[in-house]
C-alpha cells in the first residue's frame, strides 16, 4: 500500500469492526448477568410494621423470585416472593398471584430511613448478581419505633 490515505482508510475501518466486538461482547455479557427481566414493587406498610411488594422474573413467570432486603445498605433479610398478591396477576405482571413478599422491620433508629428491595438472579453455578426491584423506598421510624411512610412530592 503505497497510498497513505488507503492505509488510515484500512486502520479506520479495522478500528470501527473492533469497537463493534468488544461492544457485542460487552452486551452479551452485560444481559447475561443482569438479566432486565426482574420486575416489582414495594412500599411501606404501617399497620403491619413492614416492607411489603413484589417481584415477578418474566423470564419465567411461573417461578418464584427471591428477594433480599437492605436497610439503609446494610443486609436484613432474604426470602421467597411467594406471598398472594392478586393485585399483580389483576395489573398483568404475572401469570399467577404468588410473588408477594412481606419484611417485618424492627429495631432501627428514630429517624430516616431506605430500603432496598433485590432479587436475587442466579446467571450460573458459581455467580449470582442483585437487581433493584422498584425504586428505593424511604421512611422514618418514630420515637416509639413505629414506621411512617414518606410521601414523596
Do not use: C
Amino acid at each position: 500500500m503505497n497510498n497513505p490515505a488507503k492505509l488510515v482508510n484500512v486502520l479506520i475501518g479495522k478500528s470501527i469492526l473492533e469497537t463493534i466486538l468488544v461492544g457485542s461482547i460487552a452486551v452479551g455479557f452485560y444481559i447475561n448477568a443482569f438479566p432486565p427481566t426482574f420486575h416489582g414493587w414495594g412500599e411501606t406498610v404501617t399497620e403491619t410494621q413492614s416492607i411489603a411488594g413484589w417481584a415477578v422474573n418474566n423470564a419465567r413467570p411461573w417461578e418464584r423470585v427471591e428477594v433480599q432486603l437492605f436497610l439503609d445498605g446494610k443486609f436484613a433479610g432474604s426470602q421467597i416472593a411467594a406471598l398472594s398478591r392478586p393485585d399483580v396477576v389483576t395489573a398483568g405482571w404475572a401469570k399467577d398471584e404468588w410473588h408477594g413478599y412481606q419484611f417485618r422491620v424492627e429495631g432501627l433508629g428514630n429517624g430516616l430511613h431506605e430500603a432496598r428491595v433485590y432479587a436475587l438472579h442466579h446467571a450460573d453455578s458459581s455467580r449470582s448478581t442483585l437487581q433493584l426491584v422498584g425504586d428505593p423506598i424511604m421512611f422514618a421510624v418514630d420515637e416509639n419505633g413505629r414506621l411512617m411512610e414518606i410521601v414523596s412530592r
